[in-house]
């Protein structure tokens, strides 16, 4: 008897329509993934800048705010809120004002394509107590989202906490 070593021709089709298949299962998955990890790294990075802000303010002794203007987001503190035209709580709107100090301005849809970011209102105010709030009221919920996944920030008043969901 003679021993032949090798594959035989159905052996090495099975192989490669597993491959196949498994490659297709893998490329049609990718973009789910994509999306997921930009919402997630959009996410991390406003958490990360928001406590900032709420370091900044307990470390300085002042307010400082993150305000949102559709996928761009700033974070500001008062300068001096006595100067004209200040809003009717002292801050003045938008990110590319001369009224505050502008700390830090992020545009999501630059860096993280696709993923949109939702606020209202548009402003999160973190005390120098380490609280936060609005205008006095209550805090914000930021919904960033791509397709149908979304994460939200959602800062606690009453201890200044952020917590994502």
Partial sequence: MK???GFTLIELLITVALIGILGAIAIMNTPDMLANYRVRGAARQLYSDMQM??????????????EFSGNTYCVKNQVNSTLIPPAVDGWTAG??????TIIKTVALSSEYA???????????IFYPNGTAGRD???SITVT?????????IIPNTGTGNIRMQ
């Fill in 95 to 100: 990110c590319t004002t001369t009224n505050d």
């Fill in 53 to 66: 802000a709420r370091l900044r303010a307990v470390k300085e002794g002042k307010d400082f705010a993150v």
């Fill in 144 to 152: 960033i989202a791509k397709g149908a996944r979304t994460i939200q």
């Fill in 114 to 124: 696709g993923v949109s970011i939702t606020s209202s209102p548009t402003r999160n």
């Fill in 3 to 5: 021993s032949e070593d």
């Fill in 136 to 138: 006095g009221g209550a």
